[in-house]
T-cell receptor, first 115, second 109 residues
Framework: KAGVTQTPRYLIKTRGQQVTLSCSPISGHRSVSWYQQTPGQGLQFLFEYFSETQRNKGNFPGRFSGRQFSNSRSEMNVSTLELGDSALYLC??????????????FGPGTRLTVL | LAKTTQPISMDSYEGQEVNITCSHNNIATNDYITWYQQFPSQGPRFIIQGYKTKVTNEVASLFIPADRKSSTLSLPRVSLSDTAVYYCLVGAQADKLSFGAGTTVTVRA
């Protein structure tokens, strides 16, 4: 079974631009979560989607948004990019909402560099 | 949030057993404990998950004492390819997941 895929793997943008990242979960998985990973802050939760609905949102500004499609694929968008948005953006999928007994499986991530 | 604390780094040699202990004093009743392995520029890879006592799979064992305030990941007979960052994760819902700072394990020949 194919794992979680994320595109693109690498991205370079300049301040003020916007970016869209894509995530395809493992087949059959309906929950997708997004995380930001930086050397200083570690792994931080962005948001979680299940059946096209945002279930939870982390403590990030409104410039960070996402959505999920009917086939469970998810996109996240960052508008008005700032230098501090440079990070590895990780997507994780699970069968049902990430919870008590379910395991999240992570994709390889998208490395975003903002110049 | 159940805060986790784990050692920043550990060194080992090939063939040895590596034990990484994670403290999670404020773990909630419905929280599971999950460990992930991460290589540079890759997403975390699931290793093992448990709730209490001992769990074993083909790559690791997880020991959880009765009070569940800590857990120990045991990697038997490590090899150079086990050099990575290991994260202890405590929590149920995605927005309440608490990732530790990670333990960098370096395996030397």
């Amino acid at each position: 079974k194919a794992g979680v895929t994320q595109t693109p793997r690498y991205l370079i943008k300049t301040r003020g631009q916007q970016v869209t990242l894509s995530c395809s979960p493992i087949s059959g998985h309906r929950s997708v979560s997004w995380y930001q990973q930086t050397p200083g802050q570690g792994l931080q939760f962005l948001f979680e989607y299940f059946s096209e609905t945002q279930r939870n949102k982390g403590n990030f500004p409104g410039r960070f948004s996402g959505r999920q499609f009917s086939n469970s694929r998810s996109e996240m968008n960052v508008s008005t990019l700032e230098l501090g948005d440079s990070a590895l953006y990780l997507c994780a999928s699970s069968l049902v909402p990430a919870g008590v007994t379910d395991t999240q499986y992570f994709g390889p991530g998208t490395r975003l560099t903002v110049l | 949030l159940a805060k986790t604390t784990q050692p920043i780094s550990m060194d080992s040699y090939e063939g040895q057993e590596v034990n990484i202990t994670c403290s999670h004093n404020n773990i909630a009743t419905n929280d599971y404990i999950t460990w992930y392995q991460q290589f540079p520029s890759q997403g975390p890879r699931f290793i093992i998950q448990g709730y209490k006592t001992k769990v074993t799979n083909e790559v690791a064992s997880l020991f959880i004492p009765a009070d569940r305030k800590s857990s120990t990941l045991s990697l038997p007979r490590v090899s150079l390819s086990d050099t990575a960052v290991y994260y202890c994760l405590v929590g149920a819902q995605a927005d309440k997941l608490s990732f530790g700072a990670g333990t960098t394990v370096t395996v030397r020949a």
